[in-house]
């Protein structure tokens, strides 16, 4: 069974500093894995989708690496702002269930201090 | 709106009550997936539709967990008899055929008293 790991939890950091989040999980057999910004009382947010593929995503500020054979991903946010303040979550889609679901990890709060 | 919508944003009800809650993809989507996101814990896959195909229920955690889609529109999840561990956010999210990313709403906030 698919296990989707965040680490740290929490996380807190004064603005300008750079923010690294970890995602791992414990079966390589991924079809791709997704970073989500999830804000209180609002939906989730797509950041980035690395497919199994690849190994890495840009996208401003944001880059996503993924490690698929260690079972790794780590979403690197530069330059971070108080607007970057938010909950991170990974989630990764089976190889073999390419329309399926997302199974998803609990997620690390992030504050960034003025 | 050109996203996902959920109704209702909250609800409240009485243990034992049946609730009904509702998802409206982005049009032109195929795919819908509910999950559930209980306080202070990542989101669990509910039950996924995909167009015509029989949906995936392999998340429902009971028999009391259903949910309908209409072709590639509404889809309603209704709980019944409800109890207080089903209290949690409700996500709907959808995806476009071809693509992967999942679209999703702002959630259903249930609280079962």
Same mark, same amino acid.
Request: hydrophobic share 30%; proline share 4%; charged share 20%.
């Given at each position: ?9 929490a ?8 923010l690294?989040?970890?995602?791992s999980f ?8 997704q ?11 797509s ?10 995503q ?24 108080p ?10 889609k089976?190889?073999?269930d390419?329309w399926g ?8 709060q ?5 | ?7 209702? +944003? ?16 982005? +049009? ?14 990542g ?18 955690? +009971?028999?009391?967990?259903s949910a ?18 089903d +209290? ?6 959808s ?6 990313t ?12």
């Amino acid at each position: 069974k698919q296990e989707v790991t965040q680490i740290p939890a929490a996380l807190s950091v004064p603005e300008g500093e750079n923010l690294v989040l970890n995602c791992s999980f414990t079966d390589s057999a991924i079809y791709n894995l997704q970073w989500f910004r999830q804000d209180p009382g609002k939906g989730l947010t797509s950041l980035l989708l690395i497919q199994s593929s690849q190994r890495e995503q840009t996208s401003g500020r944001l880059n996503a690496s993924l490690d698929k054979s260690s079972g790794r991903s780590t979403l690197y946010i530069a330059a971070s702002q108080p607007g970057d303040s938010a909950t991170y979550l990974c989630a990764v889609k089976k190889a073999t269930d390419s329309w399926g679901k997302l199974q998803f990890g609990a997620g690390t709060q992030v504050v960034v201090t003025p | 709106g050109a996203g996902v919508s959920q109704s209702p +944003s909250n609800k409240v009800t009485e243990k034992g009550k049946d609730v009904e809650l509702r998802c409206d993809p982005i +049009s032109g989507h195929t795919a819908l997936y509910w999950y559930r996101q209980r306080l202070g814990q990542g989101l669990e896959f509910l039950i996924y539709f995909q167009g015509n195909s029989a949906p995936d229920k392999s998340g429902l955690p +009971s028999d009391r967990f259903s949910a309908e889609r209409t072709g590639e529109s509404v889809s309603t999840l209704t709980i019944q008899r409800t109890q207080q561990e089903d +209290s949690a956010v409700y996500l709907c999210a959808s995806s476009l055929l071809n693509t992967d990313t999942q679209y999703f709403g702002p959630g259903t906030r249930l609280t079962v008293l």
